[in-house]
Every structure is written in structure tokens, then in C-alpha cells.
């Protein structure tokens, strides 16, 4: 099946500081999601992609599709304390939406 | 209030018990969904349903059963409980149409003994 690698699959940050994580599929994405997972909460979605290089941003986060459809990017600008929690990206798997494939998440954590 | 709920939210249970895990929504969503969330996994598909009346195992369905005779609900049964299935569950809904949004409920904690 699909696999998703996503990195890194956690990080410490300072507040204020920006951070990026990937994602890197074996084979090509229809779409791009990224959700947020709260500590103790479900998965959240924060920015869906629909096309090749498309740059689609929300608030303080900015998420990109890459041209070769393998891979998404995910930036945080001047982070602050509540961005802590779990990151994932996914996308359907081969066949349509009946199916969405998580990456494994990174995990970010905030130092005030 | 409208959204997707589990049921129970924490349970404790002994190896080779039966365990039954709820997920009910009010949004009318054709698709359901249950995943595993495990440390080094991210979530993994168990199963999922299209509609009422129709399953189908996603990535890791060995050793679960799931049934929907009703839109709104799709529980999911572990029927003898082992270890391994120490996990966290989460239930999640989608519309039908090309969004691949889907909306989770706050999971369920499941521990076995």
C-alpha cells in the first residue's frame, strides 16, 4: 500500500521561532492534508491541497503541494505555546477518498 | 450537540475478553472510519464504511469486527481482547464528494491486561 514518510518525527522549538516538517510520498497524492492533534483530543484538519504546487496558507501556517505530487510541506511562522501537539499529514490511498493514509506525525513541542 | 462521539472514553480490560467500542455521529456522513493511534504508527486504518450496510477492512483489521445497521453508528468489537491492541481508538466521519476531510471524535483509550 501507500506509505507516508514524514519528518522530522519530533522537534523542540523557542517560542517565536518558525519550523517546517515534510512529507514524502512513495507514489503520487491527489491531495495533500494537514492536521493538528491536540494532547488528549482527535486529529483536526488545518490545510487541504488540491493541486500540484499549490501554496495555501491559514493564520500563521503556510502548507505547500510539491510539483511532483510525492511530497507536502508544512511551515509554522513564529510559533507560539498552543502550536504544541501532533502534526500528520495524509491522502487518500490509490482508488479514491474511501481510504486516507496518515504519515507516522511529528510531534512539536514549544519552549516559552 | 451535533458531532461524533465515543463511547467509552477510558476502559480497562482483561486478555481474551470481548470489548465493544461506540462511535455515533448526527451529521448523516456516508463515510466512517476507525483507526489505531500507537507510538511509531501514526494512526492506521482498522475499517471503514461507505455506507449503512456496507465494510471493508482498511489496513489493520485482524482481530476486529465492525458492523453499521444505522447511518449514525459503526461500533467496533474486539472480540478476544489481546495486548497488542492496546491503543488508542479513533472514530472519525467524511461526507460523501472529494474532500477526504474527515472529522474525528476524541478517541477512546483501550487497555488490556
Known amino acids: 500500500g501507500q506509505q507516508l514518510n514524514q519528518s522530522p518525527q519530533s522537534m523542540f522549538i523557542q517560542e517565536g521561532e518558525d519550523v517546517s516538517m515534510n512529507c514524502t510520498s512513495s507514489?503520487?497524492?491527489?491531495?495533500w492534508l494537514w492536521y493538528k492533534q491536540d494532547p488528549g483530543e482527535g486529529p483536526v484538519l488545518l490545510i487541504a491541497?488540491?493541486?500540484?504546487?499549490e501554496l495555501t496558507s491559514n493564520g500563521r501556517l503556510t502548507a505547500q503541494f510539491g510539483i511532483t505530487r510525492k511530497d507536502s510541506f508544512l511551515n509554522i511562522s513564529a510559533s507560539i505555546p498552543s502550536d504544541v501537539g501532533i502534526y500528520f499529514c495524509?491522502?487518500?490511498?490509490?482508488?479514491?477518498?474511501?481510504?486516507?493514509?496518515f504519515g507516522i506525525g511529528t510531534k512539536l513541542q514549544v519552549i516559552p | 450537540d451535533a458531532g461524533i462521539t465515543q463511547s467509552p472514553r477510558y476502559k480497562i480490560t482483561e486478555t481474551g475478553r470481548q470489548v465493544t467500542l461506540m462511535c455515533h455521529q448526527t451529521?448523516?456522513?456516508?463515510?466512517m472510519f476507525w483507526y489505531r493511534q500507537d507510538l511509531g504508527h501514526g494512526l492506521r486504518l482498522i475499517y471503514y464504511?461507505?455506507?449503512?450496510?456496507?465494510?471493508d477492512k482498511g489496513e489493520v483489521p485482524d482481530g476486529y469486527v465492525v458492523s453499521r445497521s444505522k447511518t449514525e453508528n459503526f461500533p467496533l468489537t474486539l472480540e478476544s481482547a489481546t495486548r497488542s491492541q492496546t491503543s488508542v481508538y479513533f472514530c472519525?466521519?467524511?461526507?460523501?464528494?472529494?474532500?477526504?476531510?474527515?472529522?474525528f471524535g476524541e478517541g477512546s483509550r483501550l487497555t488490556v491486561l
Open positions: 464504511s461507505a455506507a449503512a450496510d456496507i465494510t
Open positions: 451529521w448523516s456522513h456516508s463515510y
Open positions: 495524509a491522502g487518500p490511498s490509490s482508488g479514491g477518498y474511501q481510504k486516507v493514509t
Open positions: 472519525a466521519s467524511r461526507r460523501t464528494g472529494n474532500t477526504g476531510e474527515l472529522f
Open positions: 507514489s503520487i497524492f491527489n491531495t
Open positions: 491541497l488540491y493541486k500540484a504546487g
